[in-house]
């Protein structure tokens, strides 16, 4: 009996180091990942449209993160719009015959109304200022301290193009990078395995680097900006992304392709690795200027959707015209 109590200590204080190195809470962050990675490839099994419906989903919770996270230093983004826009830009996108032109002509629209709307500060009952508080009542001293938007002045008051400026900022982030996920489903007749590689090389990409910087990680990345990323963690970000890249080659291509493009998988790793975990640095500049920690806390052990879209929708472009130039 007193051998397994101690083995449960050992065990438990093993568990807190790695917490405390990922900055997670390891078994509710795996939890979570099973149960996204079972939703996104019943969807992806079921039908593609069903996909399409799901990554509207994550935006549209992603842009009430943003709205929240924003009204916690005083900035106002039009979310009902934003709403709105998001999903005709995306359905379009889509559905449209002419994809490009679609998301061209949507995405020109929506931060034409989404300025305009930007202009009028409104708000739907009091769920808003409830989500606020809850954010500020779990916010740590030390990050609101370091925040920009820190002062003495008590409540925080900004131009109203300020509040225009970061509704059209949003619009670039969500719905313009959101369509990148989209637009590869619609050519070369490999969707599932479009979206796979949108997906998950990024979320390999992460799991690379949380393991890498966890266990090797000794040279910081960018120490300001993230404490917690490093070069090793860089380097397992690539060779995870790289390895993912590989196996979705090679279930879903013939050996002709492989024997003309195997090199494709390895610049797929390079540019998922690098360019996600410059996503995550951008959302960590956006969360330390805004002083909180995680953009939400809809995800158990990942905190937002945000924190789990931000490599997804940086990496998208990147990945999406890769496989259109290369055919695959």
Same mark, same amino acid.
């Given at each position: 009996?007193?051998?397994?109590?101690?083995?449960?200590?050992?065990?438990?204080?093993?568990?807190?180091?790695?917490?405390?190195?990922?900055?997670?809470?390891?078994?509710?962050?795996?939890?979570?990942?099973?149960?996204?990675?079972?939703?996104?490839?019943?969807?992806?099994?079921?039908?593609?449209?069903?996909?399409?419906?799901?990554?509207?989903?994550?935006?549209?919770?992603?842009?009430?993160?943003?709205?929240?996270?924003?009204?916690?230093?005083?900035?106002?983004?039009?979310?009902?719009?934003?709403?709105? =826009?998001?999903?005709?830009?995306?359905?379009?996108?889509?559905?449209?015959?002419?994809?490009?032109?679609?998301?061209?002509? =949507?995405?020109?629209?929506?931060?034409?109304?989404?300025?305009?709307?930007?202009?009028?500060?409104?708000?739907?009952?009091?769920?808003?200022?409830?989500?606020?508080?809850?954010?500020?009542?779990?916010?740590?001293?030390?990050?609101?301290?370091?925040?920009?938007?820190?002062?003495?002045?008590?409540?925080?008051?900004?131009?109203?193009?300020?509040?225009?400026?970061?509704?059209?900022?949003?619009?670039?982030?969500?719905?313009?990078?959101?369509? =990148?996920?989209?637009?590869?489903?619609?050519?070369?007749?490999?969707?599932?395995?479009?979206?796979?590689?949108?997906?998950?090389?990024?979320?390999?990409?992460?799991?690379?680097?949380?393991?890498?910087?966890?266990?090797?990680?000794?040279?910081?990345?960018?120490?300001?900006?993230?404490?917690?990323?490093?070069?090793?963690?860089?380097?397992?970000?690539?060779?995870?992304?790289?390895?993912?890249?590989?196996?979705?080659?090679?279930?879903?291509?013939?050996?002709?392709?492989?024997?003309?493009?195997?090199?494709?998988?390895?610049?797929?790793?390079?540019?998922?690795?690098?360019?996600?975990?410059?996503?995550?640095? =951008?959302?960590?500049?956006?969360?330390?200027?805004?002083?909180?920690?995680?953009?939400?806390?809809?995800?158990?052990?990942?905190?937002?959707?945000?924190?789990?879209?931000?490599?997804?929708?940086?990496?998208?472009?990147?990945?999406?015209?890769?496989?259109?130039?290369?055919?695959?």
């Amino acid at each position: 009996m007193e051998r397994n109590e101690q083995l449960h200590e050992e065990a438990e204080v093993a568990l807190d180091e790695i917490n405390k190195k990922t900055g997670r809470n390891m078994p509710q962050a795996i939890g979570t990942a099973v149960l996204l990675i079972a939703v996104i490839l019943a969807a992806l099994l079921i039908d593609i449209d069903l996909f399409v419906a799901l990554v509207v989903v994550f935006m549209l919770l992603a842009l009430w993160e943003l709205r929240v996270d924003f009204a916690t230093v005083g900035l106002h983004i039009p979310v009902v719009m934003l709403w709105l =826009c998001s999903t005709a830009t995306l359905f379009a996108t889509y559905y449209a015959p002419l994809h490009v032109v679609a998301m061209a002509l =949507c995405v020109m629209a929506s931060i034409m109304l989404v300025a305009v709307t930007a202009t009028a500060k409104m708000s739907f009952g009091n769920r808003l200022s409830l989500a606020v508080a809850a954010k500020l009542s779990s916010t740590e001293a030390g990050a609101r301290l370091e925040s920009s938007f820190n002062h003495d002045g008590g409540e925080q008051h900004h131009s109203r193009l300020s509040h225009v400026a970061v509704s059209v900022l949003t619009v670039l982030y969500i719905p313009l990078l959101a369509c =990148c996920i989209i637009i590869p489903l619609t050519f070369h007749g490999h969707p599932v395995a479009h979206a796979i590689m949108l997906v998950f090389l990024p979320a390999l990409s992460d799991t690379g680097g949380l393991f890498a910087g966890a266990w090797l990680g000794r040279h910081k990345l960018s120490p300001r900006i993230s404490p917690k990323k490093s070069w090793e963690g860089l380097a397992g970000s690539v060779l995870f992304a790289m390895a993912g890249a590989f196996a979705v080659m090679f279930s879903t291509y013939t050996s002709d392709v492989w024997a003309s493009k195997w090199w494709v998988p390895v610049l797929s790793g390079v540019l998922v690795g690098v360019v996600g975990t410059f996503g995550d640095l =951008c959302a960590s500049m956006i969360k330390r200027d805004l002083g909180i920690k995680d953009m939400g806390h809809l995800l158990k052990g990942h905190g937002g959707v945000m924190d789990r879209v931000d490599s997804i929708l940086m990496a998208a472009p990147f990945t999406c015209i890769l496989m259109w130039f290369t055919g695959l």
